[in-house]
């Protein structure tokens, strides 16, 4: 979902900038405190993962693009705040080397995919593991709807600064990146499912349901 430049009106940008931009020097703040050392190497294989994932794209609606994001498996590989620091940094490395999403949308590329979609999700799966004690099932309801709810909010965005109407954005985005959040869904839950039984130390602390 993807923002290119010259779509977003300048008080947009300018907020979310604000967003943004706190949430990065508040995530940077944690890492450096909290990060341990061996999942560091481990930063830089998600990276580069997700990085390859959100090139897989296909354009949506306004100059927007639709595809993977890879935020639910940021932060329970690494933590919400590192999980959050690793998208903000691909989608850096994409708006100024690929031209993929613009840079001065890159504020609300960053609020949708990484606040919304890495950090929060991490937060949204420590409530919904506590509903649905399987664990497969509160990592793919935590990404599809992670997705789907940072699909809205680029919506939102989109209409708040003219765009179209807020409906049409809504049902284009929405219904679209609810199909792309079943995907997201599966291969997260596959990939997290995989290491819980063959390296469970690679995930982040309170990602296991009950410790298992």
């Not at 560091?40 to 595809?67: E, K, R, W, Y």
């Not at 590192?82 to 609020?111: E, H, K, M, R």
């Not at 602390?205 to 298992?212: A, C, E, F, I, T």
């Amino acid at each position: 979902m993807h923002i290119p430049d010259g779509v977003l009106e300048p008080k947009t940008i300018a907020v979310l900038g604000s967003v943004s931009a706190g949430t990065l020097a508040l995530a940077a703040k944690k890492v450096r405190e909290e990060l341990e050392e061996e999942k560091v190497p481990l930063l830089g294989v998600t990276a580069a993962f997700i990085f390859a994932a959100q090139m897989l794209n296909f354009p949506v609606v306004a100059g927007t693009s639709g595809h993977l994001i890879g935020g639910v498996l940021a932060s329970l590989l690494l933590g919400p705040w590192a999980g959050f620091l690793v998208i903000s940094a691909v989608l850096i490395l994409q708006a100024f080397l690929f031209q993929d999403g613009g840079v001065l949308a890159l504020s609300a590329n960053i609020f949708n995919m990484g606040l919304i979609g890495s950090l929060g999700a991490y937060y949204v799966y420590q409530l919904l593991k506590q509903l649905f004690k399987k664990f497969p099932v509160a990592i793919f309801l935590t990404s599809w709807l992670t997705v789907v709810v940072s699909s809205l909010a680029c919506a939102a965005e989109l209409y708040l600064s003219g765009l179209a109407g807020l409906t049409p954005l809504l049902v284009s985005m929405g219904s679209i990146h609810a199909l792309i959040g079943i995907g997201e869904g599966l291969i997260t839950s596959a990939i997290i499912g995989f290491l819980k039984s063959t390296r469970p130390d690679l995930l982040s602390r309170g990602v296991l349901v009950n410790g298992k």
